[in-house]
């Protein structure tokens, strides 16, 4: 049990030191220009990776001052174009609906990045393709090889699999860390967060 506690936080550090800087300095930029301009930033995920979606939609909003959606934080509509349209399609009929163009980007969090010869996440898939379509920019916070969203995104994160047991945990955390360190870049961050806009008190002396 200890061993175990041991080799995932090393492991977690590992990765942070693994991740390609140059890759997410790219996400900075084109998250500096669809503001610049104006756009939209549209978050996707399923899982745990929609968990992470919608609070990232809350941070980028927040704290970067980005127009940001994710569609599971809508479970109505979600529900029904599940119920009368597909699964595959959830994604992309609703960025159909949004008006999704050139000055938007969409996010995708995901574990693997999706592949359609083992049916994998296809709702990213063709998310990802109506994206390309639109004109949208694509960034992918992934892991593995990346899959299908390492093809074609223009920005995509890759995090480092090290333990073929833990790939979902840490994919999962990195999406976090990631988004976390974007908005609070001081090319990104436009609104000053609670705690840190809080002065310290200074500790009270006796005698």
């Not at 860390?177 to 990104?188: A, G, M, N």
Request: glycine content about 8%.
């Amino acid at each position: 049990m200890t061993a175990y506690i041991k080799n995932y936080l090393e492991q977690t550090s590992k990765i942070a030191s693994m991740l390609n800087q140059a890759e997410i300095r790219n996400a900075v930029n084109i998250l500096k220009n669809i503001r610049k301009n104006k756009g939209r930033l549209f978050i996707l995920g399923v899982g745990g990776s929609a968990g992470n979606a919608s609070h990232a939609v809350n941070d980028f909003r927040k704290i970067a001052g980005i127009e940001s959606y994710t569609p599971t934080d809508n479970v109505s509509e979600l529900t029904a174009r599940v119920n009368d349209d597909g699964w595959d399609s959830v994604f992309k009929n609703w960025l159909r609906i949004s008006s999704l163009n050139s000055n938007d980007v969409v996010l995708v969090f995901s574990v693997g990045g999706g592949n359609l010869e083992k049916n994998i996440s296809v709702n990213l898939i063709m998310a990802e393709k109506y994206a390309k379509e639109a004109g949208a920019k694509i960034i992918g916070i992934v892991s593995r090889d990346g899959g299908y969203t390492k093809e074609v995104a223009d920005c995509c994160i890759l995090i480092p699999t090290l333990s073929p047991e833990t790939v979902t945990p840490h994919a999962e955390e990195f999406q976090a860390i990631v988004w976390h360190l974007l908005v609070s870049h001081p090319d990104i961050q436009v609104n000053e967060m609670k705690w840190e806009s809080q002065v310290a008190t200074p500790a009270k002396t006796h005698g």
